[in-house]
């Protein structure tokens, strides 16, 4: 039987790019039934989406609170996954609030399977700290976001809160419906009674990208986001750990109880490693450090002159390299990235680098990598053991990424 999907359609301009999602979805076997709210309604006809999705589209127009009990608890069990895009800061806080007074917010209330939602609003609301304040009590009860993209909102406005394109929406939906046949029980460990089992040990974690300044207004990054690092420090945080979790820049948020020291370039974060390194009984080193930096920073705008501009880059320290040298006590976790040759590049790290163990992904794969919720580890061991994981959360994977941690500490 093909998967259904439950798409919930709230009241913004970026309605229409949602038709497009049913349509690309549709033509990839899935079935689906749509819930609009009055306002999606004023945007786009519920027709509209009865065509494409060959559906049944329920409306909170059509006034028959008779059939809510009945119908938000069919669909809710119908649906593999639901999907609620665009989603409007109205739609969030209803969520986040346990507010169910419409068809749409009240499935949502009675979902069992994963509810992924697309936030699509004004920069000014996406940004305004309540908003933020729910998305990240929802993020944290097991509810997945489709982050929004930044560019011209239909209010002239520049700035983040644009829905990112149908074909993001989809990918982002068809991996999750992927993981629906094994089902990701815990997404994290949010809901579940978590073990304090690393007590008093201190961890130190390094995340997201680096930086490093051409002049005042250019600079050498990559696309880290750092979202794998901030799984780890928040999940060893919540195992009892006491967490230094130096940080390059990222948009997220400060896991709980975890202290973030922010830097920007390879350097600062070199300083900032070692400076806590005595002090740490394990460094797990997921940022993506810019393996070079330009050789002079221009204090002034450097000038456009209409010619060849050649920038001459130096190598940055290798910090975790660094560390392997200095170690006493100290286990040693290296993340690889890597397009090709996984694991062989990854045994050459461990040695390089005196290494425990390194957590090797391939970037190219779907589903892993930088900037998605999910990553497919495999880890491989000083002593040559190599085990492969299947796709998973980030969450998820820090902690398992924490357990073999805890037998190289015990
Ligand atoms: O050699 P490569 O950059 O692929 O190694 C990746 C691992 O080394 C990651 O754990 C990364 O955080 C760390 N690294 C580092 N300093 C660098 C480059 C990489 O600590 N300059």
Redesign the pocket.
Known sequence: MSKHIVIGVTGGIAVYKILEVASKLRKLGYSMNTIMTKNACEFVQPLAFQTITNNYVVTDTFERPYTWDVEHIALAKKADVMLIAPATANIIGKIANGIADDMLSTTVMAARGPVIIAPAMNTAMYENPIVQENIAYLKDKGYLFIEPDSGWLACGDLGSGKLPAPEKIVEYVVDVLEQVEAPIEDKGTSHKEVERDLEGKHILV?AGPTIESIDPFRYITNHSSGKMGYAIAEDAAKRGAKVVLVSGQTNLECPPNVERINVRS?IE??EA?HEHFEWADAVI???????YRPKETSHHKIKKKGEHLMLELVP??????S?GERKSHQVL??????TQNVIE?AED?IRN?NLDF?VANNIAEAGAGFKGDTNIATIIEKDGTVTEYKKMYKSELGNVILDKLKNYLD
């Open positions: 390094t390879a974060m070199y490693v080193k997921t940022a993506a450090v810019a393996d940055n320290p290798d910090i975790l390299k560390l976790v290296g993340f690889a990235a890597e590049y790290k680098k390194i």
